[in-house]
């Protein structure tokens, strides 16, 4: 397997435009630097103190942005280090992940927070690892 190296997953502050009408929070655009290819769009929802992980995509790259509520995230190289990122409405970035990191995620917003992965290519199950929660020693706390 390929050497992972944790440091090629890059934050990307993005912009709210906010009125007193509502707001536009800004995603992803093709012009952007981190852009790689369109696949699919879709949302994930979280529950508060909920654990998801965790699961190493061999070929997507996703680009993770938090629109509503506040996730962390849990990047894992395989050799047990860990890179830990905390975005959501409050600290608003994009999360873009290149293949093979495995990584999982943890609800702290109440009652939930939803989750859009913006990825290169369609979700193909084949394309996934998962492991047990318990198969990677991390204290999620």
Same mark, same amino acid.
């Given at each position: 397997?390929?050497?992972?190296?944790?440091?090629?997953?890059?934050?990307? %502050?993005?912009?709210?435009?906010?009125?007193?009408?509502?707001?536009?929070?800004?995603?992803?655009?093709?012009?952007?630097?981190?852009?790689?290819?369109?696949?699919?769009?879709?949302?994930?929802?979280?529950?508060?103190?909920?654990?998801?992980?965790?699961?190493?995509?061999?070929?997507?790259?996703?680009?993770? &942005?938090?629109?509503?509520?506040?996730?962390?995230?849990?990047?894992?190289?395989?050799?047990?280090?860990?890179?830990?990122?905390?975005?959501?409405?409050?600290?608003?970035?994009?999360?873009?992940? %290149? %293949?093979?990191?495995?990584?999982?995620?943890?609800?702290?917003?109440? %009652?939930?927070?939803?989750?859009?992965?913006?990825?290169?290519?369609?979700?193909?199950?084949?394309? &996934?690892?998962?492991?047990?929660?318990?198969?990677?020693?991390?204290?999620?706390?």
């Amino acid at each position: 397997m390929a050497i992972v190296d944790l440091h090629n997953i890059t934050v990307t %502050p993005l912009k709210k435009l906010l009125s007193d009408k509502g707001g536009v929070l800004h995603g992803l655009k093709s012009k952007d630097k981190e852009f790689v290819d369109f696949g699919e769009a879709y949302f994930s929802i979280i529950n508060y103190k909920a654990t998801k992980a965790w699961k190493m995509h061999k070929l997507m790259t996703l680009n993770l &942005i938090v629109p509503y509520g506040l996730i962390k995230f849990v990047f894992f190289d395989g050799e047990m280090n860990f890179r830990e990122e905390i975005i959501g409405y409050e600290k608003y970035a994009r999360l873009t992940v %290149p %293949p093979l990191v495995w990584f999982g995620f943890y609800g702290l917003f109440e %009652p939930h927070s939803i989750l859009l992965n913006i990825a290169d290519i369609a979700h193909d199950q084949d394309e &996934i690892e998962l492991k047990k929660i318990s198969d990677i020693k991390y204290s999620w706390d």
